[in-house]
């Protein structure tokens, strides 16, 4: 079978799930334009367009392109040899932030056990001695374990929905069960890597249960964890109807018109559960995990003022990095990267950079906050004309 995507025919794979392979040259780059909140810099990569996990409420379903090809066909885009890719843009630059694998498909999605490309990725980074993070649903293969912790500040992050198995079955199809979701955090822990739990997102009238919330809290900081990171579901506009069929379809015609009841705010494309509602929760799950002795951040969350776009961490977060882990920016010191002194990596923060960019000291009024590749490359001309004594003198 063929299908027609950006004005291509792909032949479609069908084992072990319908994908297509496509060569690109797509470049690492930071996080979107428009309503940043995520106070580190990072370098987005994203291997897979489309996912096995099958969310039905993934924000991606919205998106054009491959992404709309998983939509309509459920057929995923597999990057060929990107991992080569990265490895040529990384050997380009001389500055480098965390990677992030991936923000917008889980890396370690069935798929990936026939084509492996975040393993290789992540070997890309680390041979290079630069961070990396990851987000999954998935169980985390033990060849990843073994390649991040030889990284010192590569970390992992798991989302867990819910201890409800059979409500897991339904939100997250294809994802890994509640107990391998828990193990994969002990078993980063048990390695040294730094790992977090994201209850992210929390479903209205399904989830959301305080009670049930502070034992899965509990459980994760069982497991080693000592940040949460949430948020609620927000709908796209583009899928709403789907979104809320879906909720009829599985909880009934009553809990679809509760959810458009709760979801009548529109912020930038995407409905928004009611502000006061979101408020509450977030104020009951800090209130937990401070007692817990846990740090705690929220993801994408925002609301408008005077018709501005207001992102909820400045409120509610308590860590420095709304990931609970300070990771500096990190410069080429002959074949591999090293940590930049005194810099905590928050960069939405940030008003005297102590890496030496004055681009990344976006706390100052007015800067800008999203980087493409060309930016990297620009930054990296401008070190080499500057001493490095900012950096570690040497590398560890």
């Known amino acids: 079978m063929k299908i027609l995507v950006n004005k291509r025919k792909h032949e479609v794979i069908e084992e072990p799930q319908p994908h297509i392979l496509v060569r690109t040259r797509k470049q690492l780059h930071g996080w979107w334009p428009g309503k940043r909140e995520c106070t580190s810099e990072r370098m987005l990569i994203n291997p897979y367009n489309g996912c096995g996990i099958g969310c039905f409420f ?62 290789k990725i992540i070997k890309v980074f680390v041979e290079r001695n630069i961070p990396i993070e990851f987000i999954t649903k998935a169980s985390i293969p033990e060849e990843i374990i073994n390649l991040i912790k030889q990284q010192f500040h590569s970390f992992g992050q798991v989302s867990i929905l819910t201890l409800k198995e059979d409500l897991r079955k339904i939100l997250v199809p294809g994802g890994a069960s509640t107990d391998l979701l828990l193990q994969n955090l002990e078993r980063l822990t ?36 000592s940040h949460i990171v949430t948020s609620i579901l927000d709908i796209p506009v583009k899928i709403k109807k789907d979104v809320f069929s879906t909720m009829e ?41 401070e007692r817990k002795n846990l740090t705690f951040a929220l993801c994408m969350e925002y609301e408008i003022k005077k018709g501005e776009i207001i992102g909820l961490n400045q409120e509610f977060m308590s860590s420095r990095n709304c990931e609970g882990i300070d990771i500096p920016l990190y410069k080429r010191e002959g074949r591999k990267f090293y940590p930049a002194v005194d810099c905590l990596g928050d960069c939405l923060h940030c008003t005297d950079p102590e890496c030496g960019i004055e681009d990344l000291a976006m706390g100052r009024e007015g800067s800008r906050k999203d980087w493409y590749l060309k930016d990297y490359r620009r930054w990296s001309k401008q070190v080499k004309t500057k001493s490095s004594a900012v950096l570690f003198p040497d590398p560890i």
């Not at 919205?62 to 843009?89: H, L, N």
């Not at 209850?199 to 249960?209: A, E, G, N, S, V």
Request: charged share 25%; hydrophobic share 35%; with cysteine.
């Open 249 to 289: 379809k599985y909880f009934g015609v009553a809990m679809q018109w509760d959810y458009q009841r709760l979801y009548r705010e529109n912020i930038d494309g995407y409905l928004n559960a009611d502000i006061n509602y979101r408020k509450r929760i977030f104020d009951k799950l800090r209130n937990i995990c």
């Open 58 to 119: 993934c924000y991606t379903r919205a998106f054009p392109g491959y992404f709309r090809s998983f939509r309509d066909y459920g057929v995923i885009t597999v990057a060929k040899d990107f991992d080569q890719v990265v490895a040529e843009q990384l050997d380009s630059i001389d500055i480098a932030t965390c990677g992030y694998l991936s923000p917008v498909t889980d890396p370690f999605q069935s798929l990936n056990a026939k084509y492996h490309l975040s393993e």
């Open 190 to 225: 048990r390695e040294g890597i730094f790992a977090v739990c994201r209850i992210d997102p929390i479903f209205p009238y399904l989830t959301d249960k305080i009670k049930e919330l502070a034992e899965l809290i509990e459980r994760a900081k069982s497991h080693g964890v």
